[in-house]
């Protein structure tokens, strides 16, 4: 049975001086409602762009351990993952995300991945790997990840990460992703009255959704 991983957005600007980066949580959408022009005009993302709520929290997403909130980000068309920044960016890009497939994230000066490459981040697959906290999705290893470039960009291609991958804490105008996940640490204490879990993980491909 597949699953499938959908979110809702919230969107918050992180002070750091007259260029404040701005960071789109999802906190706000409903599951599996299109994400598209929710934080339009400036951000618009392209068809089959979803939001994913937790399974623990009512909704249909196969994950845990989310960097804020209980809502994140999955594409569903490889072809057509694509987010457009109307007015556009610079300085950097980050995110965190949760991945069972490998591909890249790459940062173009003109709308609908068009013009130039600025930038790009390449995803490898931890999706269940060293996880602890809450056991109960298979997407629970968050990594973060960014890339500084020069320049204005304007758009941003999510292709070759489709449906096995999710984001989170999608940042605009730095390197590091707004928010965050709980130390391994603090994790480690509350796993005391859960007992083993990690038997638990599946290790078979997995999508990040419920269909």
């Known amino acids: 049975m597949k699953k499938?991983?959908?979110?809702?957005?919230?969107?918050?600007a992180l002070p750091s001086?007259?260029?404040?980066a701005v960071t789109?949580?999802?906190e706000g959408l409903t599951n599996l409602q299109e994400v598209g022009s929710f934080y339009g005009p400036d951000y618009v993302f392209s068809q089959g762009s979803l939001a994913l709520i937790d399974f623990d929290a009512g909704g249909s997403g196969n994950t845990a351990n989310e960097p804020s909130g209980q809502t994140s980000l999955v594409f569903l068309n490889v072809n057509s993952a694509i987010l457009n920044v109307t007015n556009g960016f610079t300085t950097g890009f980050s995110f965190f995300y949760s991945a069972n497939s490998t591909g890249f994230v790459s940062v173009y000066d003109d709308?609908?991945?068009g013009?130039?490459?600025?930038?790009?981040?390449a995803i490898v697959n931890q999706y269940?790997?060293?996880?602890?906290?809450?056991?109960?999705?298979?997407?629970?290893?968050w990594t973060a990840s960014g890339v500084a470039f020069g320049g204005l960009a304007k758009s941003i291609d999510f292709g070759g990460t489709a449906n096995f991958v999710v984001y989170d804490n999608i940042t605009f105008g730095s390197v590091n992703p707004g928010g965050g996940v709980p130390e391994p640490a603090a994790w480690a204490m509350m796993l005391a009255?859960?007992?083993?879990?990690?038997?638990?993980?599946?290790?078979?491909?997995?999508?990040?959704?419920?269909?």
């Open 4 to 12: 499938f991983l959908m979110a809702s957005v919230a969107l918050f």
């Open 17 to 20: 001086g007259a260029n404040a």
């Open 24 to 26: 789109l949580t999802f």
């Open 111 to 113: 709308f609908n991945a």
């Open 115 to 121: 013009g130039n490459l600025l930038g790009q981040i």
């Open 128 to 141: 269940n790997q060293n996880c602890a906290g809450d056991p109960s999705g298979s997407y629970c290893n």
């Open 193 to 211: 009255g859960f007992g083993l879990v990690g038997g638990a993980m599946r290790r078979r491909q997995a999508n990040v959704s419920f269909a």
